[in-house]
């Protein structure tokens, strides 16, 4: 049997949502930090229970669950015995372009030339500037109008689990266990998996749908952390602070400047080279306060590049005597490789299921964080694999259709690889 599922109702599905704002919000603490995810939320409970899963339910924190329950032929001996897997997708886009009043376009036939997006003129795709997209002629490419981002990050992830489903349901006769179902808040904002009901979702591993293009297999992630550094500098009326004010702001910007300029930078490495970067800078002439993201894919890194910012953190402090300077090291995630390697089948079934779907599989440590970095250490293994989409949290985010189509086939091989091969053996012990 072919594992495809109903492109149009697919794509139906996808402009729907993409056209539903759902930005999250970084300056709020509370979860949802965003109102208008509740929006989004509501519809796609009543899509579960439409669909027809068991113990659908929309918690106090927008968090929504939902379990498919396993179908094998009658008098399987593998009835009962097939661990619960798990697909999540986050329902909220990133807060650094607008996902307000989304206007997708879908270029059909994609001719390989420039697409122009009609609300920025300024704003052209083309394969010179955009490498993926010379593989993509004859596809049919969704692209916003230029003037918001998309929402394919990761609303294409959404889309795809809810055409699995209804594939499962229509399609009875392909075997499967139980799959459980998840949409979350706040991932953009690094807050995806804070109120995460791991033990109520029931599974025993899980996939994210959140990866780039297509073919992906994410199972090793940076090692994070962020610093918070605050100068304390001293305000005097300006026509009177000859040797006596020290201007934190000034402070600040030699700390910057102290930085190197063609290295241990997001725009200077690549591949696994970790980096500092500095992400905010608020303050005045008495007090400013800086944010860095710290990144590298082992401990030893992150401590290594942490110190390294400490040190020049203290060079400043010390040249200008008077001021004071404070660190504080936020802990995010860890590096889930080390969680993963304890049940090696969750990523070899997944990539056992995207060349059964015909596609190359691309398997690259992620430059950045999933909520399956955190899942993995709270028991509950969780790579990541490709929804499809490209250039996320940009004005020039794009997908094509068949990726996603792509996607949903993978998923539902994959579905089809537990049941014939997978054996329950519980959470893992969760790890700080």
């Known amino acids: 049997m072919e594992f495809r599922v109903d492109r149009d109702d697919l794509v139906q599905k996808f402009l729907s949502f993409v056209k539903i704002e759902t930005t999250s919000n970084e300056d709020n603490a509370a979860t949802p930090s965003s109102e208008c995810q509740w929006n989004l939320a ?17 918690d106090d924190h927008c968090y929504i669950y939902g379990v498919l329950p396993e179908s094998l032929p009658a008098g399987s001996p593998r009835a009962g015995k097939i661990p619960a897997v798990g697909l999540i997708a986050h329902m909220d886009v990133s807060p650094a372009v607008s996902g307000k009043d989304v206007k997708p376009i879908i270029h059909r036939n994609y001719d390989g030339g420039p697409i122009r997006l009609p609300g920025a003129p300024e704003l052209v795709l083309t394969p010179e500037n955009d490498k993926p997209l010379g593989e993509c002629k004859g596809l049919d490419i969704i692209t916003s ?240 694999l490709s929804a499809g989409g490209l250039n996320f949290h940009g004005k020039t985010e794009w997908v094509p259709i068949q990726y996603m189509e792509n996607a949903a086939t993978v998923c539902l091989h994959l579905l089809q690889l537990w049941a014939e091969k997978g054996e329950k053996k519980g959470l893992l012990p969760k790890v700080d």
Do not use: W
């Open 42 to 58: 509501k519809i796609l409970k009543e899509e579960l229970q439409r669909i027809g899963l068991d113990n659908v339910r929309l």
């Open 145 to 384: 109008d230029g003037t918001t981002l998309l929402g394919a990050d990761d609303k294409a992830g959404i889309a795809i689990i809810l055409s699995v489903l209804q594939f499962l349901q229509k399609n009875p006769e392909v075997p499967h266990g139980p799959v459980h179902v998840a949409f979350t808040p706040d991932e953009e904002i690094g807050r995806g998996v804070d109120k995460f009901d791991v033990e109520g979702f029931g599974a025993e591993v899980a996939y994210t749908l959140d990866g780039a293009g297509q073919g992906e297999v994410e199972d090793e992630t940076f090692c994070a952390d962020a610093m918070d550094v605050t100068f304390r500098g001293i305000n005097v009326h300006p026509g009177y602070a000859k040797n006596k004010m020290i201007n934190s702001i000034k402070l600040a910007s030699e700390l910057i400047e102290m930085l190197p300029k063609n290295a241990m930078s997001p725009e200077t490495t690549a591949e696994r080279q970790g980096y500092v970067h500095p992400m905010s800078v608020k303050g005045n002439e008495e007090l400013t306060e800086l944010k860095f993201l710290i990144r590298d894919f082992t401990d030893a890194g992150l401590k290594e590049l942490e110190r390294t910012l400490e040190e020049k953190v203290r060079a400043v402090e010390k040249a200008h005597p008077g001021c004071s300077a404070e660190t504080k090291v936020k802990h995010s995630y860890k590096n889930m490789k080390v969680m993963l390697d304890q049940r090696p089948e969750t990523t070899a079934f997944a990539e056992e299921a995207i060349r059964a779907a015909g596609i190359k599989v691309h398997k690259n440590p992620i430059r950045g964080g999933t909520d399956g970095a955190r899942l993995s250490f709270l028991g509950l293994p969780t790579p990541n």
